[in-house]
């Protein structure tokens, strides 16, 4: 039987990156998404629809499948990784590759700390072959910016000086993509970050460099950044209010972190928050 790769979060920021390098690479692929019309994949891929919440459907999606990539809905539900767990063991799936986050676990996270603890330990308890791979902060979070910075406007800033080591989210799906293809990663958790710790200020500094024009920062108060995790970021209630902690942390200076896991799983430095906004800069211009 030939191997067969099942992405979940398909449609997704990493998971449309991690489908694309794994189909060319050759790959055989089966993208999961709740909503199978409105998927972009390349030729070759299939499309199958399936929900969390539908247990049905994750059957029918692991059936076959030889690997998995879990990507669970974020917040404080566990369902949704544990559903999806309890969908590949049922299958038969022998290798399952789950997207964390930095820092889960740890106590002065706050609640956001914990959403992936029962996940993790899911995955770990299945009898596969299990990898996870805790990501930091994601480069193109900045994407968010783009109506201030096309408006001349200060882009807000959640997080004051407190650095993380903000990562290229194409490298968290190449890391994705070796774990679930190349053997040698099974037991592992890996904690994905750039090259360096860099703040809010920073990012700012670094894409006005690669804009050509200055890009002021706004602290948010507590209140404020609770508003813009709701209206900007689309979090409900329950969602901000578990953020707000892990902003906190970053703030506090937590999160600065950086390790050499990319460099290990992917024998190259990773990409630097310049790289990311120099191959990003159209979104942050264009009309």
């Known amino acids: ?14 998971g449309s990156e991690l489908v694309r390098q794994l189909a060319a690479r050759g790959e055989k692929v089966r993208a999961l998404t709740r909503d199978p019309a409105k998927a972009r994949v390349p030729s070759g891929v299939e499309v199958v629809r399936g929900d969390y919440l539908d247990p049905a459907s994750l059957d029918g999606a692991m059936s076959g499948a030889t690997a998995a990539f879990l990507l669970g809905a974020l917040g404080p539900d566990a369902r949704h990784d544990q559903a999806l767990v309890a969908a590949a063991r049922a299958a038969g799936v022998g290798r399952l590759v789950k997207l964390s986050a930095i820092a889960t676990g740890d106590p002065e996270v706050g609640p956001s700390g914990t959403w992936h603890v029962a996940g993790e330990q899911a995955v770990r308890d299945s009898g596969t072959e ?9 480069a193109s979070n900045t994407l968010s910016w783009v109506p201030a910075v096309r408006e ?13 080591g903000v990562i290229d989210p194409r490298d968290v799906s190449e890391a994705a993509a070796r774990a679930l293809v190349d053997g040698g990663h099974a037991g592992r958790t890996y904690t994905l970050t750039g090259p360096e710790a860099i703040s809010v200020p ?3 500094a670094v894409l006005a460099l690669v804009l050509g024009h200055p890009i002021a920062t706004q602290d948010l108060s507590p209140g404020e950044t609770r508003e813009h995790l709701i209206t900007a970021w689309g979090f409900d209630d329950a969602q901000a209010e578990g953020i707000l902690a892990g902003v906190a942390f970053v703030r506090r200076g937590g999160n600065a972190v950086v390790t050499d896991d990319v ?3 992917l024998g190259r430095p ?3 928050y310049r790289e990311w906004a120099e191959d990003n800069k159209g979104a942050f211009t264009r009309e």
């Open 202 to 204: 920073g990012q700012a």
């Open 263 to 265: 460099p290990e799983l």
């Open 270 to 272: 990773a990409r630097a």
């Open 152 to 164: 001349g406007k200060p882009v807000p800033n959640m997080t004051g000086d407190g650095p993380s």
């Open 1 to 14: 039987m030939e191997d067969m790769i099942l992405v979940t979060g398909a449609t997704g920021t990493i």
């Open 130 to 138: 299990w990898t996870i791979l805790r990501a930091s902060s994601f």
